[in-house]
């Protein structure tokens, strides 16, 4: 097909590479080395202080915008002084002309309205399922006037809105080069946990779960939360944990291959789960609880296990069945399914159907 020219802007409640935006970042990543890889032309607009990207990225200053996950359903979408968010799509409307499409990515209602009026086709690929009502109302209102610019990475994150159906699933995917395939995990048989600290991934639950099995779990992620983890460690004293940190991708893999199996113990709706796929290509069996998008990447008894939502016992029951799950059917599954490569196509294949078919006058 023909070349794109494709304006990527990223999450503003943090810089690409910083871990504070989460699964975005990598997903943001992973798009733009994709859509290159299938040789369109990419830039990318974010945060100041973002790793380079594409074949050009704009870094804009500005004050980061408060994340939508710790704000109450009714808050009303306010912009900080000097915003980055702000500043951010000012630039865009500046440069905008130069490309086919705008792939917004920022979950916020901002980027929604400027796409309403733009010369430019806009489009939003959602990172989180249903939190607060104005963006349910700028979201169900692109579902209903411009379905084919919105797309989603789950059908279980589809469901959380009004007219979430019309939405373009596309998943998502990594560079399965990227992690080294593990056959055999560690000898202690230690779980792991991947997220940011913080009350709504569930550290308490996959804790409970360390507690109940007697393995060792070793925690790798943002610590946003301190409270959130001395209290999960509080209640659980038996538990042997460890925060590894926050590691970039070539440090994650190399240690998350080492675990037994990953532990997805969320309270909300995940959109996705990319740590998901990226401890599957690792080998890693996952035991996921039946919420969200992990749910639907799991292939219950042959990548891991899936089981009721809040219930640490019967996460327990499934990591004492760990040895049922081929390590290499784990890879086997991302490479088919969920590679960078794969993720591109379904990419391409909603970009080219939301640029109308009539080339725009520059």
């Not at 808050?75 to 917004?104: C, Y």
């Not at 959380?160 to 995917?173: D, L, M």
């Not at 760990?322 to 088919?336: D, H, M, P, T």
């Not at 196509?345 to 078919?357: F, K, M, T």
Request: charged residues 20%.
């Amino acid at each position: 097909m023909n070349e794109l020219s494709v304006l990527v802007v990223s999450t503003p409640v943090g810089p690409i590479g910083s871990g504070i935006g989460g699964g975005v970042e990598l997903t943001a990543r992973n798009l733009v080395d994709g859509l290159v890889a299938r040789g369109h032309y990419v830039e990318v607009v974010a945060p100041e202080g973002s790793i380079a990207l594409g074949h050009a990225t704009h870094g804009i200053a500005g004050a980061l915008q408060p994340s939508s996950q710790h704000q109450s359903r009714g808050a009303v979408p306010v912009l900080p002084s000097d915003s980055a968010l702000g500043n951010m799509w000012t630039f865009v409307a500046q440069i905008q002309h130069r490309f086919d499409v705008v792939v917004n990515l920022a979950y916020d209602v901002l980027p929604f309205e400027r796409g309403r009026s733009s010369d430019v086709t806009v489009v939003h690929l959602v990172s989180m399922g249903s939190l607060n009502d104005a963006m349910d109302a700028v979201i169900h209102r692109a579902l209903t006037e411009a379905p084919a610019t919105v797309a989603m990475h789950s059908r279980a994150q589809a469901r959380t809105f009004a007219g979430g159906e019309a939405a373009t699933i596309v998943g998502s995917g990594v560079r399965v080069s990227d992690y080294r395939f593990v056959d055999t995990a560690d000898g202690d048989g230690h779980l792991g946990f991947v997220g940011r600290i913080a009350p709504e991934k569930g550290l308490a639950d996959a804790v409970h779960v360390a507690a109940l099995s007697g393995r060792p779990l070793v925690v790798w992620g943002l610590m946003q939360d301190e409270l959130c983890w001395n209290d999960a460690l509080a209640h659980h004293p038996t538990a042997v944990v460890t925060h590894g940190g926050f590691l970039r991708t070539d440090e994650l893999q190399s240690a998350l291959g080492r675990c037994a199996g990953l532990l997805v113990t969320p309270k909300w709706e995940e959109a996705f789960g990319n740590v998901v796929i990226e401890a599957l290509a690792c080998g890693v069996p996952v035991m996921a609880y039946d919420r969200g998008g992990p749910a639907e990447i799991v292939a219950h008894g042959r990548t891991g296990f899936v089981v009721p939502p809040d219930d640490p016992r019967a996460m327990a029951e499934a990591v004492a069945r760990l040895g049922e799950i081929s390590r290499a059917e784990c890879r086997a599954e991302v490479e088919s399914r969920y590679s960078v490569e794969a993720f591109a196509e379904r990419l391409e294949a909603w970009l080219v159907g939301a640029i109308p078919p009539v080339p725009k006058m520059r």
